[in-house]
């Protein structure tokens, strides 16, 4: 059986004296200045641009970031637009300023609405005499209903009073 540790070559320490470092060198050669300062002059100029190297191998595919609109602040006409990014580069969050735009010019009329299938709060009135209503509950805020929901209610309202009157229909 071989011996396993006789291919091994032991370490071997020489012990003498210490030597002079490259900066002591170059001081004793006639450099004046600090170590650092001898450090920073053995820097040459920036060398030209190397050649492309290749094109690494495609990476894993990331996780698309979650985007979320923060704050949207209305900003006086005279101040500048902004947008500002905070969040994570996973979870992005946006927050804008935007600038009111300067009051406008008045427009045009514009064209009539046809309201030939609306009936009037007057209109309204003149069908229901009968009934004490509010008139309000069957309008609109613009003063107009459809006729076709009108004369539902009419239909309605009719087939009650002929119940109220003993005439079932």
């Given at each position: 059986?071989?011996?396993?540790?006789e291919?091994?070559?032991g370490?071997?320490?020489?012990?003498?004296?210490?030597?002079?470092?490259?900066?002591?060198?170059?001081?004793?050669?006639?450099?004046?200045?600090?170590?650092?300062?001898?450090?920073?002059?053995l820097?040459?100029?920036?060398?030209?641009?190397?050649?492309?190297?290749?094109?690494?191998?495609?990476?894993?595919?990331?996780?698309?970031?979650q985007?979320?609109?923060?704050?949207?602040?209305?900003?006086?006409?005279?101040?500048?637009?902004?947008?500002?990014?905070?969040?994570?580069?996973?979870?992005?969050?946006?927050?804008?300023?935007?600038?009111?735009?300067?009051?406008?010019?008045?427009?045009?009329?514009?064209?009539?609405?046809?309201?030939?299938?609306?009936?009037?709060?007057?209109?309204?009135?003149?069908?229901?005499?009968?009934?004490?209503?509010?008139?309000?509950y069957?309008?609109?805020?613009?003063?107009?209903?459809?006729?076709?929901?009108?004369?539902?209610?009419?239909?309605d309202?009719?087939?009650?009073?002929?119940?109220?009157?003993?005439?079932?229909?």
């Open positions: 059986m071989e011996n396993e540790n291919n091994q070559v370490e071997l320490y020489v012990v003498g004296t210490r030597g002079y470092s490259a900066y002591e060198i170059a001081v004793q050669e006639g450099f004046e200045g600090t170590e650092e300062e001898w450090l920073e002059s820097v040459g100029p920036q060398g030209p641009q190397g050649p492309q190297g290749e094109i690494g191998p495609q990476g894993i595919p990331g996780t698309p970031p985007l979320r609109i923060g704050r949207v602040d209305t900003l006086n006409p005279q101040q500048n637009a902004y947008v500002n990014i905070t969040g994570t580069p996973s979870n992005v969050i946006l927050s804008f300023g935007i600038p009111k735009g300067e009051k406008g010019d008045e427009g045009e009329p514009g064209p009539s609405p046809d309201l030939s299938n609306y009936y009037t709060k007057g209109e309204v009135d003149n069908l229901i005499p009968e009934v004490p209503t509010n008139i309000s069957f309008t609109n805020d613009s003063d107009y209903t459809t006729k076709s929901y009108v004369d539902g209610l009419i239909g309202i009719n087939d009650y009073l002929d119940l109220i009157n003993g005439e079932v229909i």
